[in-house]
């Protein structure tokens, strides 16, 4: 979504007033490559329970499960804490820009909407009979 303003306080704003369905295309994440060769999508919509790993900042090489996302394009890792004066631990919000999506959330099966988005988007890479087969499934059959 594009705002029309250049004010900062009014791009700001729309961020916060976006509705969930808005949000959802400005929390899309780059995909790991192995990933990637996988199912053939490059980016998809972060969620809670996602493995990442952080490609940069302070936290560089960090891998890790989401615990939470912010309002702010922010997401909290499990893995990535700091320590405060009083000995107690807090994971600072890290953008979710530098962060890679390495596995999906931990579940029997991929969640029906999800599992649909990667089909929808895989179309435009792929040819049809590479759509449900993984890429390395494919080498193998072809050998």
């Known amino acids: 979504m594009k705002t029309q303003s250049k004010q900062p306080k009014k791009q700001r704003k729309a961020l916060f007033t976006y509705k969930n369905h808005q949000r959802s295309k400005l ?12 199912y053939g999508i490059r980016t998809l919509p972060l969620r809670v329970g996602d493995g990442v790993k952080v490609v940069k900042g302070e936290f560089k090489n960090f891998e ?3 615990l939470e996302i912010t309002k702010n394009q922010r997401a909290k890792i499990k893995e990535a804490t700091f320590d405060k004066a009083d000995g ?9 820009s530098n962060l890679v999506i390495t596995k999906f959330a931990k579940e029997k099966k991929m969640d029906p909407w999800r599992a649909s988005m990667i089909d929808r988007k895989a179309v435009f890479g792929l040819r049809e009979d590479e759509l449900r087969a993984p890429k390395k499934q494919k080498e193998e059959e072809e050998k």
């Open 64 to 66: 890790g499960e989401v």
């Open 88 to 96: 107690t631990q807090f994971h600072p919000a890290i953008h979710i």
């Open 27 to 38: 929390l899309s994440t780059r995909v790991a490559d192995f990933v990637r060769d996988e």
